[in-house]
């Protein structure tokens, strides 16, 4: 099923290696921010979160970075599977306490 | 838990229809939000609810939708007449913090076609 556009950005890896996938945001008074993961088909699923206070998260596998400086997020994936492939939205709490989604980038793993 | 809940999962309509998806919510969160994920504009907030009280709904495209939340485990988005600009995936998603800013979860959508 569909559920994302054809022109979003393309991040193709092979398998095994590390993923890294950023984001940009706009408002630097936003102080939450949540990367989520979309399967072709199905909703959006968190992965990991991170408050403004912190610069760095790990979960398992994966791994938020923040930089406050230049309002830049980014998603790390440790030794990528097939599995991962999916489309991946930032997203960022802004005024009015409202999530608001990044564009999303496509992560395409090549067996 | 079951996750967040909607039907139905596709919905094929032709203009002028009334449409009505459905979301259930997680059980005991407080919040929850409606999206939609178009090709053009990605996903969307729509409205969000509070304690069944709508909050925000700056996001409602027009007067033909409207969004209803009558309990704590039910909420309906309605679009009369549809028209096939409003062909997407529609998302519920709901979450459990007092400001409803924290982790939202989402449903697996409904794909809209209106033809």
């Known amino acids: 099923g569909e559920s994302v556009g054809l022109h979003l950005p393309t991040l193709s890896v092979q398998e095994g290696d590390n993923s890294i996938i950023n984001c940009a945001y706009s408002?630097?008074?936003?102080?939450?921010f949540i990367w989520y993961k979309q399967e072709s088909g199905k909703g959006p699923q968190f992965i990991i979160d991170?408050?403004?206070?912190?610069d760095k998260r790990q979960g398992q596998r994966v791994t938020v970075l923040l930089n406050k400086t230049v309002k830049h997020l980014s998603l790390q994936i440790a030794a990528t599977q097939p599995g991962d492939s999916a489309v991946y939205f930032c997203?960022?709490?802004?005024?009015?306490?409202?999530?608001?989604f990044g564009g999303g980038t496509r992560l395409m793993v090549k067996p | 838990d079951a996750g967040v809940i909607q039907s139905p999962r596709h919905e094929v309509t032709e203009m002028g229809q009334e449409v009505t998806l459905r979301c259930k919510p997680i059980?005991?969160?407080?919040?929850l939000f409606w999206y939609r994920q178009t090709m053009m504009r990605g996903l969307e907030l729509l409205i969000y609810?509070?304690?069944?009280?709508?909050?925000?709904d700056s996001g409602m495209p027009e007067d033909r939708f409207s969004a209803k939340m009558p309990n704590a485990s039910f909420s309906t988005l309605k679009i009369q007449p549809s028209e096939p600009r409003d062909s997407a995936v529609y998302f519920c998603?709901?979450?459990?913090?007092?400001?409803?800013?924290?982790?939202?979860?989402f449903g697996p959508g409904t794909r809209l076609t209106v033809l």
């Open positions: 998603a709901s979450s459990f913090v007092p400001s409803g800013t924290d982790t939202q979860y």
């Open positions: 408002n630097s008074a936003s102080d939450y």
């Open positions: 991170i408050r403004s206070n912190m």
């Open positions: 997203a960022e709490i802004n005024a009015g306490n409202m999530l608001t």
């Open positions: 059980s005991g969160h407080n919040s």
């Open positions: 609810f509070n304690n069944n009280v709508p909050i925000d």
